[in-house]
């Protein structure tokens, strides 16, 4: 299962297998939301385990005034994937998507792509399957409860991967728009979860033992503040992901054991630009590995400042890759030029004038 299984031949490759958001919403159906996330979480968690094999490099970021567009590269040397994704607080007003994305999969000994996806559901699917791996090293044992704010396109998926991977019995929901919390609850009935609305982000917090923050505001936000934050907690802080764009309060920073992806990428995105660049912090990867400890203690904070890495990308693409002969869910794209004679491209497009 660590290993990609590539395709037979270059020669069988004109066609490049994609999976639309039509086919990627029956695969999450086919397979379960909720089961799906504990397999990604696999494939991510045996990626980060052989976290060295991997090219790695900060994404690529084209800021603007309304948000961000974003590429992001890796490869095990076998196999290269992007994605490309964008991030846009203020789409969610205008009717559009906060976040969508797509990514490639493409072999590496020849270049050819092997796989377009959709990864809007996808990057949703991983980023909490992410989550969920991270809490697992971190959370408290036994934990029961988290505090979801933010309650918009993440956030049922955040309260499924956690139920599904730690065991979390009860969410408490917040957002600003009370109508994104009626939309969570809703969607998370009959899901096996005690869900609670709260109405305010300190109510959210109390007796929670996580707390994913997952909110969309272009600035220096103060979700948590250091009062909100009690010993022993874990917080999954998910929203803070560009550079200008965090969710907690420094003082929350300065009390938590701070765990992350990438530190060149996160040192930039994510919670910890508001610290001294050589503010100590743990990479994931090697508390996965067993190189370092995660949680040591019942009274301290552990904090993943999660911004989302490419690896994490390849992993779910790569799942998605092996789900694809399983379940059927995909359309074939004539995606590549494929003449007999791989120098006669120009006769290849002659050949198909209907009027010579
Ligand atoms: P979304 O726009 O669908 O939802 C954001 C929600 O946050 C909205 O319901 C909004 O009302 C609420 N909100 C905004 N400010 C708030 C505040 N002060 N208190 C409480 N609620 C508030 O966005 P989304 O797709 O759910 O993404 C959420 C965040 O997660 C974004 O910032 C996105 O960039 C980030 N994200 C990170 C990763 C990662 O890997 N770390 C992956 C995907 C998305």
Redesign the pocket.
Known sequence: MTQPKLPPAPSDLAMVPFVSVENMMKIVNHIGPARMMAEIAEYIESDFKRWEEFDKTPRVAAHSTEGVIELMPTSDGETYGFKYVN?H?AN?ARGFQ??TAFGVLARVDNGYPILLSEMTIL?ALR?AATSAVAAKYLAPKGAKTMAM???????EFQALAFREVLGIEGVRL????PA?TDKAAHNLQGSGLNIVKCTS?EDAVTSAEIITT????KQY?T?LTDNMVGAGQHINA??G?CPGKTELHRDVLLRSDIFVEFPPQTRIEGEIQQLDPDHPVTELWRVIAGQQDGRTSDRQITLFD???FATEDFSALRYVYDQLQKTGHYIDLDMLADPDDPRDLFGMVRRANPKP
């Open positions: 991030g607080p969610m906060t976040v990057t980023t704010i933010g309650n918009g396109a993440q956030c917040y957002d600003l728009d994104a982000p997952c909110t969309a505001d936000a979700i998910i929203g992901d999660s911004v989302g």
